[in-house]
């Protein structure tokens, strides 16, 4: 599995949209990408995940470069709540998660 | 919707004791998994059972035992507990067999410590 860069923290005020960065620049084709985030005491939640084209769900979007080297979380309204630690993986098939150091986003009031 | 839920969230063992770490999905998910996660060491397999009847090991199974009692069931087992594994022990599950690119899903944790 390709090896992911992340900043070790960030801040965001509340209301805005939250941008996390993500480089896996040794990513193969078959590899996806995948984001998590864990709140203190408890456990990883699942995020969003995609191969190469950008994704969208109710809680964010994923947008990937063309040549899949990087990648960008976005959550559109950041709320305190979303104050967390934030993971992304890449993984091909396979069936362990490696989670690395992540990224601890503070939500500012 | 519960989602994956680990029983019991706490617990305190002496050296040597046994205990069972239960977990359940109610997803209807083909695949659950054991991790522990340490302080500073991200977190690391130790089994998972990719379909009702199989088990197989991950990176960290030495210790532990596990069973896939039915599908919504797989249970953790430490026969005799000991200090280095005080940890955080999370279940997953993924709608998935082996090899899959589903996501896993996540139970809120057993927090265990050996003395």
């Known amino acids: 599995d390709a090896k992911t860069t992340q900043p070790p923290s960030m801040d965001c005020a509340e209301g805005r949209a939250a941008n996390l960065p993500c480089n896996h620049s040794t990513i193969s084709g078959n590899e996806y990408v995948y984001w998590y985030r864990q709140i203190h005491s408890q456990g990883p939640q699942y995020i969003i995940h995609?191969?190469?084209n950008n994704e969208t769900n109710e809680m964010a979007s994923l947008i990937i470069t063309e040549d899949r080297k990087s990648s960008t979380l976005i959550l559109p309204h950041a709320t305190l709540r979303d104050t967390a630690v934030y993971y992304c993986?890449?993984?091909?098939?396979?069936?362990?998660?490696?989670f690395g150091t992540g990224t601890s986003l503070t939500v500012i009031p | 919707n519960a989602g994956v839920t680990q029983t019991p969230k706490f617990q305190v063992l002496k050296t040597g004791q046994s205990m069972t770490l239960q977990c359940a999905q109610d997803m209807n998910h083909n695949s659950m998994y054991w991790y522990r996660q340490d302080p500073g060491m991200g977190l690391r397999l130790i089994y998972y059972?990719?379909?009702?009847?199989?088990?197989d090991k991950g990176e960290v199974p030495n210790g532990y035992n596990v069973s896939r009692l039915n599908k919504r069931e797989f249970s953790l087992r430490l026969e005799s507990a000991a200090p280095s594994q005080t940890s955080v022990y999370f279940c997953a599950s993924s709608r998935g067999g082996q090899g899959s690119n589903q996501p896993q899903h996540f139970g809120d944790g057993t927090r265990l410590s050996i003395l």
């Open positions: 995609g191969l190469k």
């Open positions: 059972s990719a379909s009702e009847g199989t088990t």
């Open positions: 993986i890449v993984k091909k098939g396979g069936n362990q998660f490696y």
